[in-house]
């Protein structure tokens, strides 16, 4: 069965950066996408992004460019965010998922596997 | 962006009896080359993750009990719970993946009545 286990939770100053990381256990990490999603305090949930671990190709939402970068590494079966120039809109719960299709390159597909999520509070 | 509409917002339901959650996105999420519709449903339970229910519109997932089901194509889609169970007491989301950026609607929280 898979199992995605994140990082902890992280409280952060405006202005500054953070990293979310996503291990990724008893699957196949290097065939199958993976996306970053987030939930605001009471807000709908929000797609950011993707990779496909097997090329290192990312599909970015617009609204995230320039401050957004997702990486893998398939040493660890590890997908991890970066989201940087931190702002309170920020504050929210970070989950990683599977998309449920495999090799899929470029295409989209529903999330199958969830992370059990990471609280990012941004406070000064 | 598509903009995927949910209602109702709340949904209070007799044990026992149907729920019946619609969703409506701004554009057709129907692919014509392959027949597809490029819709999903989650529900989400508090402190949890999402949970995939249905995806095509209308596949179940793997494990996820026949009572929940999923009808319609391209831009009008229904979730049903046909016979309301009280661990089915969740927030429920629809989700298309047909372009970037995914977008979910702003949930139906279902309750028991």
């Known amino acids: 069965q898979v199992q995605m286990v994140q990082s902890g939770a992280e409280v952060k100053k405006p202005g500054s950066s953070v990293s979310v990381s996503c291990q990724v256990f008893?699957?196949?990490?290097?065939?199958?996408?993976f996306a970053w999603v987030r939930q605001a305090p009471g807000q709908r949930l929000e797609w950011m992004g993707r990779?496909?671990?097997?090329?290192?190709?990312?599909t970015y939402a617009q609204k995230f460019e320039g401050r957004l970068t997702i990486t893998s590494d398939k040493s660890t079966s590890t997908a991890t965010m970066y989201l940087s120039s931190l702002t309170s809109e920020d504050t929210a719960t970070y989950y990683c998922?599977?998309?449920?299709?495999?090799?899929?390159?470029?295409?989209?597909?529903?999330?199958?596997?969830w992370g059990q999520g990471t609280v990012v509070t941004v406070s000064s | 962006d598509i903009v995927m509409t949910q209602s109702p917002d709340s949904l209070p339901v007799s044990l026992g009896e149907r729920a019946t959650i619609n969703c409506k996105s701004d554009?057709?999420?129907?692919?014509?080359?392959?027949?597809?519709?490029?819709l999903a449903w989650y529900q989400q339970k508090p402190g949890q993750p999402p949970k995939l229910l249905i995806y095509?519109?209308?596949t179940r997932e793997s494990g996820v009990p026949d009572r929940f089901s999923g009808s319609g194509s391209g831009t009008d889609f229904i979730l049903t719970i046909s016979s309301l169970q009280a661990e089915d007491v969740a927030v429920y989301y629809c989700?298309?993946?047909?372009?970037?950026?995914?977008?979910f609607g702003q949930g139906t929280k279902v309750e028991i009545k």
């Open positions: 998922a599977r998309v449920r299709s495999q090799w899929l390159v470029s295409g989209f597909d529903a999330f199958d596997f």
């Open positions: 008893g699957g196949t990490f290097s065939s199958y996408p």
């Open positions: 990779i496909f671990p097997p090329l290192g190709t990312t």
């Open positions: 554009q057709s999420v129907f692919y014509d080359s392959n027949n597809k519709n490029y």
């Open positions: 095509g519109a209308s």
């Open positions: 989700q298309q993946y047909f372009s970037p950026p995914l977008t």
